[in-house]
């Protein structure tokens, strides 16, 4: 959904490096997901934020990984030292308080070499 | 056991077919959602229920709460629905959503 931006579409890191994807939830929408999905697997929630507050990170490896959600700018997943476990498409999405429906941008493939 | 198992994991079909995908939950759930996911990856939800029964053009979802199921009908099949059809149910009693694997429908021609 064009309304829920995910940046960058591709990433590619070597095993050690950090990889920093960043979502942008719609307009009016204060609060993202991010999930994970591994090939051949569904999709697993990783973590559910508002605006500068982690709401429930139940999804999240204890070590590596890392999500903020500032005041200004878009929410940003962090893994540090990554591993070629890490690679994946991790997608980000917001639910409407309105109409419960669920949004999702478009993803980023991560690939670790 | 997973909380979402959907069925089947890959079906193919000839144009004009009427397809049904089929989603079991075991959590309690505040609504169940499906979702389409084309090659490419785009994710983008198709219906939203907690009750009873939805339609959108050739799409028909229907969900029963007791026995904890719904499915996904598709009539007329044609080849560009041919996608990755994924049930998603939002828990109840907290804030995360639990996937399916998802429906691999592919409609020749």
Redesign the interface.
Known sequence: ?AGVMQNPRHLVRRRGQEARLRCSPMKGHSHV?W?RQLP??????MV?LQKENI??E??MPKERFSAEFPKEGPSILRIQQVVRGDSA?Y?C?TQSQR??????G??T?LSVL | KNEVEQSPQNLTAQEGEFITINCSYSVGISALHWLQQHPGGGIVSLFMLSSGKKKHGRLIATINIQEKHSSLHITASHPRDSAVYICAVGESTGNQFYFGTGTSLTVIP
């Open positions: 959904n997901y999930y051949e697997e569904g999709l697993k929630f559910y709401i429930d139940s999804g498409a997608f999405a109409s419960e429906k669920l949004f999702f478009s993803g493939q």
